[in-house]
């Protein structure tokens, strides 16, 4: 079995690494220009089946561990952080249907969220509770054989473009976050609305909008998980899988940052001599390397940590973004360095990457959240 896997985990980031250069990468700076979401792209992953990359074989998936899953998001993220972005959001929302929901719900999602017929993204931000997720206040009252949701969130990922969402809702407010409960809420509910997608920085084809509720009739049967479970749900979903794959695209960031300098500084001559041999250069370059070779060493030790003792998986999801994400907005900003003026001219890819990589180190956690996660898990707090 162990060389079967490995066997199929070489053939997987081969692939990846195939379709991200070939077709993912080719069109990342229009899309990125345009704020196109990436729906040729996606469509691409499903029909190579990495879609179901996380998901067990029984459903349809490849039911990859966390490493390989995290090494393919690493290529596809080197190629284009958006459609990575987009690509883990729906991982995420699978892994949810599929650890948590129903043998019905995952009868009923998961083949179309496999080949991409189906979109999927989570819900959980809102205005007034940042990335505290214990404080929104979205809720979600049964009424019935329905559950009446009432609320709004902010900088969805996929925000109308997905066709189903995992959605944080308060259950029994007087309960604290013993009182959360995840419902699926599908795209063409009654109620759902969604404002203008974001004019972000970067991550710009991502489509983050607003989401807002109002009377929404969901069928108590899209529950996941049980009522009082919310935290649970998010936590075996987004922080146990979504967190590593976000590093994971800071990762596939730093790496393509690294390329794009060391090729700059042997083809940009002045004087007529490559700036490569030049001292400072070449200390910039150094510090690249070692950087990004250093984050894709703990994101893999993590990940691997995390399938051996799932138990751990959280707390290392938290070590391997903070690093990550910070250490990618360190290699790009040193890239564009090396690059000198032609670096910050959107003509040249890097400059897209600097703006990917700093929009990374907000998503799913921010870097202050996740220093107190990462102290926490050490003091046992």
């Known amino acids: 079995m162990g060389k079967k896997h490995g066997f199929v985990e070489k ?8 379709v991200a250069l070939e077709r993912i990468a080719p069109n990342a700076g229009e899309r990125d220009e345009n704020s196109t979401f990436p729906w040729d792209e996606i469509h691409i992953l499903g029909e190579c089946g990495l879609l179901g990359m996380a ?3 029984t459903y349809g998936g490849i039911g990859a561990d966390r490493a390989t899953f ?4 690493t290529e596809i993220g080197r190629a284009c952080a958006s459609t990575a972005l987009v690509y883990v959001s729906h991982n995420v929302a699978q892994k949810a249907v599929e650890i948590t929901g129903t043998e019905a719900a995952r009868q009923k999602w998961l083949p179309a969220m496999l ?3 189906m979109l999927g993204a989570f819900a959980v931000h809102e205005p007034n509770s940042g990335c505290d997720a214990r404080a929104i206040t979205t809720t979600a009252r049964r009424q019935g054989d329905h559950y009446i949701v009432n609320g709004s969130k902010i900088f969805i990922t996929s925000g109308g473009e997905a066709g189903l969402y995992i959605v944080l809702v308060r259950t029994e407010p007087e309960k604290g976050p013993q009182g959360m409960s995840v ?16 004019d972000k920085m970067g991550l ?4 983050s909008r607003e989401m807002f509720f109002q009377d929404c009739q969901v069928p108590a049967g899209n529950l996941l998980g049980v009522e009082g479970t919310g935290m649970q749900v998010l936590s075996q979903s987004a922080m146990d899988w979504g967190i590593f794959a976000a590093a994971a695209i800071s990762v596939g960031i730093a790496q393509a940052a690294v390329d794009l300098a060391v090729q700059h500084a042997k083809e940009r001559a002045i004087a007529g001599q490559p700036i490569g041999v030049h001292q400072a250069v070449q200390a910039h370059i150094s510090d690249m390397i070692t950087a990004t070779e250093a984050a894709a060493a703990l994101l893999m030790a993590c990940a691997a940590n995390a399938d051996a003792s799932p138990a751990s998986a959280t707390s290392n999801g938290f070590k391997a973004k903070l690093f990550a994400s910070e250490a990618a907005v360190e290699v790009t900003n040193k890239a564009i360095q090396v690059m000198g003026g032609h670096g910050y001219c959107r003509d040249y890819t890097v400059e897209r990457l600097f703006r990917d990589a700093r929009g990374l180190m907000l998503h799913f956690k921010t870097s202050e959240w996740l220093r107190q996660d990462v102290a926490k898990a050490a003091l046992g707090l």
């Open 11 to 18: 053939e997987v980031k081969r692939l990846a690494r195939q």
């Open 55 to 57: 998901i067990a074989e």
């Open 70 to 73: 995290t090494s393919v998001v």
């Open 115 to 117: 080949n991409g017929r």
């Open 183 to 198: 419902l699926l809420i599908e795209n063409n509910t009654a109620g759902l609305s969604f404002g203008r997608p974001e």
């Open 204 to 207: 710009r084809s991502t489509s």
